[in-house]
């Protein structure tokens, strides 16, 4: 079985442009997770979904982050008029079950896009 | 706030050495704890967690951890490191849904 997937695995940007990066969960996963990981730290929440459902937006830094997940399988995280402290690499994961307190379910993380804005 | 803690940046130790990676977390009631391990160019790959129970938690390639909960702690343990163990190490607290990292810490492997 397949695990995460995750593309482009780079990607260089000018300031300014817009970028999309793609995530593959596992087949099946319910609930999905971007992270993102800034040189020389760990990763920090982005947002959840719960099948199509964005249920946690919180970690979004700015309004120019925005993410969708359609059809409840591949997710897109989109930035637009990207800047350079969006340089960092984004992290996807997956997770079979839905998320929350009681939950034991793993996530499962894909390779990450390393994103550089020049 | 609620938090994990890896309080060393960087360990460097020799092969077949024991290992030990430092965590501490505040978080309220008793968390969801993980260690992560993050090869070069590398997604992040799950070693153990503890969610319950018993306290010394047996993980993947030789990996082993311990809840202390007077201590705050989850210290993760290797009593014979490898070469290959080189990589970056992650704490990590669920106290809900979404993960909450640590800073990491650096394992370097000399011979």
């Known amino acids: 079985g397949a695990g995460v997937s995750q593309s482009p695995r780079y990607k260089v940007a000018k300031r300014g442009q817009d970028v999309a990066l793609r995530c593959d969960p596992i087949s099946g996963h319910v609930s999905l997770f971007w992270y993102q990981q800034a040189l020389g730290q760990g990763p920090e929440f982005l947002t959840y979904f719960q099948n199509e459902a964005q249920l946690d937006k919180s970690g979004l830094p700015s309004d120019r982050f925005f993410a969708e997940r359609p059809e409840g399988s591949v997710s897109t995280l989109k930035i637009q008029r990207t800047q350079q402290e969006d340089s960092a690499v984004y992290l996807c994961?997956?997770?079979?079950?839905?998320?929350?307190?009681?939950?034991?379910?793993?996530?499962?993380f894909g390779p990450g896009t390393r994103l550089t804005v020049l | 706030a609620q938090s994990v803690t890896q309080p060393d940046i960087h360990i460097t130790v020799s092969e077949g050495a024991s290992l030990e990676l430092r965590c501490n977390y505040s978080?309220?009631?008793?968390?969801?704890l993980f260690w992560y391990v993050q090869s070069p160019g590398q997604g992040l790959q799950l070693l153990l967690k503890y969610f319950s129970g018993d306290t010394l938690v047996q993980g993947i390639k030789g990996f082993e951890a311990e809840f202390k909960r007077s201590q705050s702690s989850f210290n993760l343990r290797k009593p014979s490191v490898h070469w290959s163990d080189a990589a970056e190490y992650f704490c990590?607290?669920?106290?809900?849904?979404?993960?909450?990292f640590g800073a990491g810490t650096q394992v370097v492997v000399t011979p």
């Open positions: 990590a607290g669920r106290p809900w849904g979404k993960l909450q």
């Open positions: 978080y309220g009631a008793t968390p969801y």
């Open positions: 994961a997956s997770q079979i079950g839905t998320s929350g307190r009681e939950g034991t379910d793993t996530q499962y």
